[in-house]
Structure formats: structure tokens, C-alpha cells
């Protein structure tokens, strides 16, 4: 058993950005990272991070996880723990972790634990969706941006959020052709200036459409559209055909909550967060004693809030715990004035709403 | 309609525009954020605090033209891509627009003139190309030019078919 102050589930925005506070705070720390590098989504994202300054602004997502990453050097060993290829299969109630690495497990026996796991895409269910050419939207951006490979030639896009529009634009820049972007709303669901980009580019996005089956005999062909009314109910007869090698489903993310649900956290099913989601405290301590959750873990948003939860949640671990941040009232007043106003707005609504939902321990 | 396509109306591009053309004498940042997006890197970089966002960085930015010089450094700060630079020079009508795919265009040749809707319009050339680097967030800046009654169609440039 490896005794550590504080374990954290997660080496994406929100993990680093606890594990940077917390370390400043004087903790002794272990990161759990299951992919080989840091960073989570953050390293798949070529294009400016929106939000302000303190967010890194107009900073592409892979620079911003260089400087997550970079922020944690100069730490001991003894005081930074970082595990990579590493999976946390399982928090007990009693803060004892175990993990799996290189076909070993270990147990880990932590004062606190920090769950930052982030999210998974949701799939959507039609005829024929396993068809090799079918794939998330996660996995394109991997397989395009993490190892330099085109998913296909022609790819039809399935959602209209922000993910499906930035992968949509990073297929056009990799030489992909996008066919079109569906959309089963009325309305396109991400930000505006990213619909606009596309559209000067030459995509279309079909509002009111979805895809119905898709055709293919080893592999996809192409795929059969239907219209919706404004009930999402299929219009019949306004199916159509589209050619495409590749479909890329785009229709969500739900929190990874499988660890906090384990561990005893109770926790709500919250449709405005993406799915099961943890109570919490103001200080985003779970219902379990110094087990904290972070990041799209806790409800799905932009990176930029889950950086700013994570210092939050760090800060918040280590003061429960007598750990004395050198800068620590004023961050804290800062760091939640920030959330404050990334979500303020008309596009933090659904969060807003969702939070409240959630309300407090 | 913009909800559902992502172009713009007519009125709404106007609205980004000075009123009075002669304003494009000298260069100006017309600035198409229309979405209120928390976001505020234009404000924050502009060195002659020509635009105002203020502390609820959702607000929509709002630009002061008198103030504005046309230097460009909001065109590679935005991480929408909603900023281009537009002039009007000896009767043409000029513009820096962010360009984010490859190959790059070379100075002095003629690429196509693309409107918001994506449709092909003219002809423009290509007269300087200031190629990412770091101080510009990695974002390549095309100036072009073509005939100034494209000055309110003119969104961006596409590689012609050889």
C-alpha cells in the first residue's frame, strides 16, 4: 500500500490544473493518467481556446496542455508522483485506490482523492451504426491529430456542438472532404463564429436532419438521412441518400462517473450536465469525506471551466487537510469569480441551470 | 436564419461596418462576433484599446473606429476567426484575413473570392502573406485585394483549381 496526501483521476485540464495548486499548497501528490501523455482532450485540440487571459485565451488546446504540463516541473518525486498508461480501476469508500499499469496492480491508501476522469462521446443508435467507418468524434480527432492519419476521404458530420464543428473544420484542414454537417435541432448547437468558418469554407449544416441507417457490405458505403419535425419525429418520406466512407458521431458527452458511483458518492442523474453526475459541496467535496470531483466529471463544459474547478478542487483538498496555499484566499475569491463569468452568459445557461439542479450538500 | 445556416444577413454585416465609407480610407478591424460567447482575447490585445468588451466578457465587442488602426493583431487573437481587416486603396477594396489551411497562397497570384455563404465571387490577388508563427497564435494572415463592390461579400479566399 502506497500512502500519498492526495490521488488525482485524471491527467486533463482539470487533473493538472488541481495537481499545479495542490503541489503549490505543499501536498504530496500522485496523477493517474491512463493514455501515455498528459493532457486529455487538450492535446487534440489544434484550434484558440476561447474565454479570457487567465483561461489561456486564444491559445490552441495542445499549447494550453504544454503549459498545464510544464506548470508541474520542479517537483520532487517524492512530491509529484505521475503515472501514465495507468488506470485507476477502483476507489473504495475508505480512499484506497487501486491501480492498473504495465499489467501490475497497486493499491494506493490516499488522505484524498480528487476524480477529474472528464467524460465519454454518447453513440447514437440506427441500423447498420457498427459499420467500420462509423466513428466517435473523440476518435477521429486521435487518430487525425494525435498520429498524423486521415480517417477517410469524404466524411459526413452527425451534430452540430461545438465538438462536431471543430472536427468538422479539422477534417477540412487535414484535407478530409466533410460532406455535410446533420443536425437534428432546429437550430446549430455550438458557438456561431464556428458554423460561420464552415460555411465560408463550403459545408453545409441540414438543421431538422439525422441519419437514419447506414449502407455498407464490409464496411460503410454510405448512409440514408431522414428529415425532423420540430418533435423530432421522422417526416417519411424525406429520407435520402449520401455516399460516405466516413461518419463521425458527434452527439454529446456523459460524465465518466463509474469511480465516484463505486466509491458510494451519491449522485444525481442531471440531463442539462450530460447524465449521472455527483452532489457536491460549494468546496466540491462528494458526499464520501475529502473525495472531491472536477471537470466534465461534474457536468459537461469547456476546458476552460474544468482548468479553473481543478485549481479550485486543489486549493479546496489541501486547505481541508491543513494544507496552506501561499496565495490561497485571494486565489480562491479569484478562481470563483472566474467561473462566475465564463458562465454568465447565454451559452452558460444550460450549465447554470444544470448546477442549480444539482444544488448543494 | 444565422442560427440555422451560419451566415449572416445583410443587415447584420453592415452593422460591423463604419457607417461612412470614407472610414475605409484607412484600415479598419470589422469585427463579426454576433454570439454572445464567453470570450474576450480582442479586447484584452488591442493596443490602442480601440475595443470594448468590458468585465462580463460575454458582452459582444464593440469597436471604436477612431481609435482603431487597423495593425491586425485582433485578425490572429480571435479564436473564432470572426475579424478580418478591411481598406479601400485607388478604388480597390483590401483585406487581411486569417487563412488556417495548406497549401498558402503566394504573393501575386490570383486566388478565388469566397462570400460568407461559400460561394465563389470574384477573383482577388494575393498581396502579402505573413506566415504563422508564434506571435500570431500560429494563424497565417493573407492580405488580398479586388474590386470594392465586393467590399461587404468578401469574407475569405479558396484555393483555385488548377
Same mark, same amino acid.
Given at each position: 500500500?502506497?500512502?500519498?496526501?492526495?490521488?488525482?483521476?485524471? &491527467?486533463?485540464?482539470?487533473?493538472?490544473?488541481?495537481?499545479?495548486?495542490?503541489?503549490?499548497?505543499?501536498?504530496?501528490?500522485?496523477?493517474?493518467?491512463?493514455?501515455?501523455?498528459?493532457? &486529455?482532450?487538450?492535446?487534440?485540440?489544434?484550434?484558440?481556446?476561447?474565454?479570457?487571459?487567465?483561461?489561456?485565451?486564444?491559445?490552441?488546446?495542445?499549447?494550453?496542455?504544454?503549459?498545464?504540463?510544464?506548470?508541474?516541473?520542479?517537483?520532487?518525486?517524492?512530491?509529484?508522483?505521475?503515472?501514465?498508461?495507468?488506470?485507476?480501476?477502483?476507489?473504495?469508500?475508505?480512499?484506497?485506490?487501486?491501480?492498473?499499469?504495465?499489467?501490475?496492480?497497486?493499491?494506493?491508501?490516499?488522505? /484524498?482523492?480528487?476524480?477529474?476522469?472528464?467524460?465519454?462521446?454518447?453513440?447514437?443508435?440506427?441500423?447498420?451504426?457498427?459499420?467500420?467507418?462509423?466513428?466517435?468524434?473523440?476518435?477521429?480527432?486521435?487518430?487525425?491529430?494525435?498520429?498524423?492519419?486521415?480517417?477517410?476521404?469524404?466524411?459526413?458530420?452527425?451534430?452540430?456542438?461545438?465538438?462536431?464543428?471543430?472536427?468538422?473544420?479539422?477534417?477540412?484542414?487535414?484535407?478530409?472532404?466533410?460532406?455535410?454537417?446533420?443536425?437534428?435541432?432546429?437550430?446549430?448547437?455550438?458557438?456561431?463564429?464556428?458554423?460561420?468558418?464552415?460555411?465560408?469554407?463550403?459545408?453545409?449544416?441540414?438543421?431538422?436532419?439525422?441519419?437514419?441507417?447506414?449502407?455498407?457490405?464490409?464496411?460503410?458505403?454510405?448512409?440514408?438521412?431522414?428529415?425532423?419535425?420540430?418533435?423530432?419525429?421522422?417526416?417519411?418520406?424525406?429520407?435520402?441518400?449520401?455516399?460516405?466512407?466516413?461518419?463521425?458521431? /458527434?452527439? &454529446?458527452?456523459?460524465?465518466?462517473?463509474?469511480?465516484?458511483?463505486?466509491?458510494?458518492?451519491?449522485?444525481?442523474?442531471? /440531463?442539462?450536465?450530460?447524465?449521472?453526475?455527483?452532489?457536491?459541496?460549494?468546496?466540491?467535496?462528494?458526499?464520501?469525506?475529502?473525495?472531491?470531483?472536477?471537470?466534465?466529471?461534474? &457536468?459537461?463544459?469547456?476546458?476552460? /471551466?474544468?482548468?479553473?474547478?481543478?485549481?479550485?478542487?486543489?486549493?479546496?483538498?489541501?486547505?481541508?487537510?491543513?494544507?496552506?496555499?501561499?496565495?490561497?484566499?485571494?486565489?480562491?475569491?479569484?478562481?470563483?469569480?472566474?467561473?462566475?463569468?465564463?458562465?454568465?452568459?447565454?451559452?452558460?445557461?444550460?450549465?447554470?441551470?444544470?448546477?442549480?439542479?444539482?444544488?448543494?450538500? | 436564419?444565422?442560427?440555422?445556416?451560419?451566415?449572416?444577413?445583410?443587415?447584420?454585416?453592415?452593422?460591423?461596418?463604419?457607417?461612412?465609407?470614407?472610414?475605409?480610407?484607412?484600415?479598419?478591424?470589422?469585427?463579426?462576433?454576433?454570439?454572445?460567447?464567453?470570450?474576450?482575447?480582442?479586447?484584452?490585445?488591442?493596443?490602442?484599446?480601440?475595443?470594448?468588451?468590458?468585465? $462580463?466578457?460575454?458582452?459582444?465587442?464593440?469597436? $471604436?473606429? $477612431?481609435?482603431?488602426?487597423?495593425?491586425?493583431?485582433?485578425?490572429?487573437?480571435?479564436?473564432?476567426?470572426?475579424?478580418?481587416?478591411?481598406?479601400?486603396?485607388?478604388?480597390?477594396?483590401?483585406?487581411?484575413?486569417?487563412?488556417?489551411?495548406?497549401?498558402?497562397?503566394?504573393?501575386?497570384?490570383?486566388?478565388?473570392?469566397?462570400?460568407?455563404?461559400?460561394?465563389?465571387?470574384?477573383?482577388?490577388?494575393?498581396?502579402?502573406?505573413?506566415?504563422?508563427?508564434?506571435?500570431?497564435?500560429?494563424?497565417?494572415?493573407?492580405?488580398?485585394?479586388?474590386?470594392?463592390?465586393?467590399?461587404?461579400?468578401?469574407?475569405?479566399?479558396?484555393?483555385?483549381?488548377?
Amino acid at each position: 500500500m502506497i500512502n500519498r496526501d492526495l490521488v488525482i483521476v485524471g &491527467g486533463g485540464p482539470a487533473g493538472l490544473s488541481a495537481a499545479k495548486v495542490a503541489l503549490d499548497a505543499g501536498m504530496k501528490v500522485t496523477l493517474i493518467e491512463r493514455f501515455n501523455q498528459l493532457g &486529455g482532450q487538450l492535446i487534440k485540440q489544434t484550434h484558440k481556446f476561447f474565454g479570457s487571459k487567465l483561461q489561456y485565451a486564444k491559445t490552441r488546446g495542445f499549447d494550453i496542455a504544454k503549459i498545464l504540463i510544464d506548470d508541474l516541473n520542479g517537483f520532487s518525486h517524492d512530491q509529484l508522483e505521475i503515472l501514465l498508461d495507468a488506470t485507476c480501476v477502483a476507489l473504495y469508500p475508505d480512499k484506497v485506490l487501486t491501480v492498473y499499469q504495465y499489467g501490475k496492480y497497486m493499491k494506493y491508501n490516499a488522505k /484524498s482523492v480528487i476524480v477529474a476522469t472528464g467524460a465519454s462521446e454518447k453513440i447514437l443508435a440506427f441500423e447498420n451504426n457498427d459499420l467500420p467507418g462509423i466513428y466517435g468524434a473523440g476518435a477521429i480527432q486521435t487518430i487525425m491529430n494525435i498520429y498524423g492519419i486521415q480517417p477517410g476521404k469524404e466524411v459526413v458530420m452527425v451534430g452540430s456542438g461545438n465538438i462536431g464543428l471543430i472536427v468538422a473544420y479539422q477534417l477540412l484542414q487535414a484535407g478530409v472532404k466533410v460532406s455535410a454537417i446533420l443536425e437534428a435541432a432546429s437550430y446549430i448547437g455550438g458557438y456561431l463564429v464556428h458554423a460561420s468558418k464552415l460555411k465560408r469554407l463550403g459545408v453545409d449544416i441540414l438543421t431538422n436532419t439525422t441519419v437514419k441507417k447506414a449502407v455498407g457490405e464490409e464496411k460503410l458505403e454510405k448512409i440514408i438521412t431522414v428529415k425532423l419535425d420540430e418533435k423530432w419525429q421522422e417526416i417519411p418520406g424525406s429520407e435520402a441518400e449520401m455516399d460516405t466512407d466516413v461518419l463521425c458521431i /458527434s452527439v &454529446g458527452l456523459s460524465p465518466l462517473h463509474q469511480l465516484m458511483s463505486m466509491a458510494g458518492v451519491k449522485m444525481v442523474d442531471i /440531463s442539462e450536465l450530460g447524465g449521472l453526475v455527483p452532489k457536491k459541496t460549494c468546496d466540491y467535496e462528494t458526499t464520501v469525506d475529502n473525495v472531491y470531483a472536477c471537470g466534465d466529471v461534474t &457536468g459537461i463544459e469547456e476546458a476552460s /471551466s474544468a482548468m479553473v474547478e481543478g485549481r479550485i478542487c486543489g486549493l479546496m483538498a489541501a486547505n481541508h487537510l491543513g494544507f496552506k496555499h501561499p496565495n490561497g484566499e485571494q486565489l480562491e475569491d479569484d478562481l470563483n469569480n472566474q467561473l462566475c463569468v465564463l458562465r454568465q452568459g447565454p451559452c452558460g445557461e444550460k450549465i447554470r441551470c444544470g448546477l442549480k439542479k444539482v444544488g448543494e450538500i | 436564419m444565422f442560427k440555422k445556416t451560419g451566415v449572416p444577413t445583410k443587415e447584420m454585416i453592415r452593422s460591423r461596418f463604419p457607417k461612412d465609407k470614407k472610414v475605409l480610407f484607412r484600415p479598419k478591424a470589422i469585427i463579426e462576433c454576433y454570439d454572445e460567447i464567453p470570450c474576450n482575447p480582442c479586447e484584452t490585445v488591442c493596443p490602442f484599446s480601440a475595443i470594448t468588451i468590458g468585465e $462580463d466578457i460575454n458582452a459582444i465587442p464593440q469597436i $471604436d473606429f $477612431d481609435k482603431c488602426t487597423g495593425c491586425g493583431i485582433c485578425v490572429h487573437s480571435c479564436p473564432g476567426l470572426a475579424i478580418i481587416v478591411a481598406m479601400i486603396k485607388n478604388g480597390k477594396a483590401y483585406f487581411k484575413v486569417p487563412y488556417e489551411l495548406l497549401p498558402l497562397p503566394k504573393v501575386k497570384e490570383r486566388w478565388l473570392a469566397v462570400n460568407r455563404n461559400g460561394d465563389v465571387i470574384s477573383k482577388c490577388k494575393i498581396e502579402n502573406v505573413m506566415t504563422a508563427k508564434k506571435s500570431t497564435n500560429n494563424t497565417t494572415i493573407v492580405t488580398v485585394s479586388l474590386e470594392q463592390p465586393y467590399l461587404y461579400d468578401f469574407i475569405t479566399i479558396r484555393r483555385p483549381h488548377e
